[in-house]
Nanobody
Framework: QLQLVESGGGLVQPGGSLRLSCVSSGLALDTYAVGWFRQAPGKEREGVSSIDSIGDSINYADFVKGRFTISRDTAKNTVYLQMNSLNPEDTAVYFC??????????????????WGQGTQVTVSS
């Protein structure tokens, strides 16, 4: 299992931006697809975005299209989630996950074998 660590969460006002990072410690990510998921209080964990091992195939949930951008820096073993135009509905704990089968479905958490601990994103005025 990979060891993944998310960072970059925090408190931001509506309309603001944050950039989340997902870093692999000790093991390269270059053969892994990586996804971002989030879970708000009282709600199920839902997929946000994903990127394949190369970085040329990407999925976005409808509720973030046009606002969020996923990218990866293979040399740094890091996947980013740039979040713009944030609104209070984006408040959640954000998790990154990885799989070594190189699929990028975010319709389910099944198959995403490795998970980080999560980072809190709060959007509030």
């Amino acid at each position: 299992q990979l060891q993944l660590v998310e960072s970059g969460g925090g408190l931001v006002q509506p309309g603001g931006s944050l950039r989340l990072s997902c870093v692999s410690s000790g093991l390269a990510l270059d053969t892994y697809a990586v996804g971002w998921f989030r879970q708000a209080p009282g709600k199920e964990r839902e997929g946000v975005s994903s990127i394949d091992s190369i970085g040329d195939s990407i999925n976005y949930a409808d509720f973030v299209k046009g606002r969020f951008t996923i990218s990866r820096d293979t040399a740094k073993n890091t996947v980013y989630l740039q979040m713009n135009s944030l609104n209070p509905e984006d408040t959640a704990v954000y998790f990154c996950a990885a799989n070594n089968y190189d699929f990028i479905s975010i319709r389910t958490t099944r198959g995403w074998a490795s998970w980080g601990q999560g980072t809190q994103v709060t959007v509030s005025s």
